[in-house]
Nanobody, 126 residues
Framework: QVQLVQSGGGLVQPGGSLRLSCEAP?????????VAWFRQAPGSQREFVSA????????DYADSVKGRFTVSRDNAKSTVYLQMNSLKPEDTAVYYC???WGSGRFYSTTEDYAYWGKGTQVTVSS
């Protein structure tokens, strides 16, 4: 089993920033495998946001967040971060981190990930 502990999120005004964290306690493979972020708005399906994989820390982003969100990793803390800048009301959703074994390519569907955090609410509103 892989436990994922999420933190961060909250309420922010449009144009503001938030940082989400996803820790995999004691899980060194967070460095060698793949961690992804998804989000789910009310009435919508869960959608891919970003991912980071492999020792090189290759990254991937949905078109809707490119240039605004940055995914990064602290290997020593077994923690992945999602820095969200220039937030828009349409970014409002519950954000989930997820983990899968392997890092050969990017995976962007929910079916590709077996382990999930509990989710954290991000609300962008004035």
């Amino acid at each position: 089993q892989v436990q994922l502990v999420q933190s961060g999120g909250g309420l922010v005004q449009p144009g503001g920033s938030l940082r989400l964290s996803c820790e995999a306690p004691g899980r060194a493979s967070i460095v060698t495998d793949t961690v992804a972020w998804f989000r789910q708005a009310p009435g919508s399906q869960r959608e891919f946001v970003s991912a980071i994989r492999g020792r090189a820390g290759s990254t991937d982003y949905a078109d809707s967040v490119k240039g605004r969100f940055t995914v990064s990793r602290d290997n020593a803390k077994s923690t992945v971060y999602l820095q969200m800048n220039s937030l828009k009301p349409e970014d409002t959703a519950v954000y989930y981190c997820s983990f899968r074994w392997g890092s050969g390519r990017f995976y962007s569907t929910t079916e590709d990930y077996a382990y999930w955090g509990k989710g954290t609410q991000v609300t962008v509103s004035s």
